[in-house]
């Protein structure tokens, strides 16, 4: 069976580059609305422990994944499955390790037109759990 490289498909890089925009908006939504930044103030979140804050963190990595529902007769959801997936998700819980809110993998910046790649900074060059391939992880430096 032949495989498609994403690559190859047409629009591929307007479409990453417009998946990068989408999570920077999505980012830079939380830390605009001004109902979140009040909830900052709001004793009765914090009291006792601290002030309270609303943070997200993102994970992109590009290629294929499976859906399938998941759930029960009363509620269903959609769950994804992938090395893909499971990449991103490895990406987001790296981010604190490099004190990061975005991580990008090598396949996403592989993807992104000049202009996207030439915001972006390296951060290191991991071997992920599971795999002996050497891979470049990236950081978009969206201070909030």
Request: charged share 20%; net charge positive.
């Amino acid at each position: 069976m032949d495989t498609v490289q994403l690559a190859s498909l047409p629009g591929i890089t307007t479409f990453t580059d417009r998946a990068l925009i989408g999570m920077l908006k999505s980012f830079a939504g939380i830390y605009r609305d001004r109902r979140l930044l009040n909830w900052k103030n709001d004793f009765r979140l914090g009291a006792g422990v601290g002030a309270f804050s609303v943070d997200m963190i993102f994970g992109m990595d590009a290629g294929w994944a499976v859906e399938g529902a998941v759930g029960s007769g009363y509620k269903i959801d959609a769950t994804y499955l992938s090395p893909h997936v499971n990449m991103a998700s490895r990406m987001m819980s790296a981010c604190k390790q490099y004190g990061v809110s975005i991580l990008l993998s090598q396949a996403v910046e592989e993807l992104l037109s000049q202009p996207a790649r030439s915001k972006l900074r390296h951060l290191d060059t991991v071997t992920v759990k599971g795999s002996s391939v050497k891979q470049r992880i990236f950081t978009y430096d969206a201070r909030h």
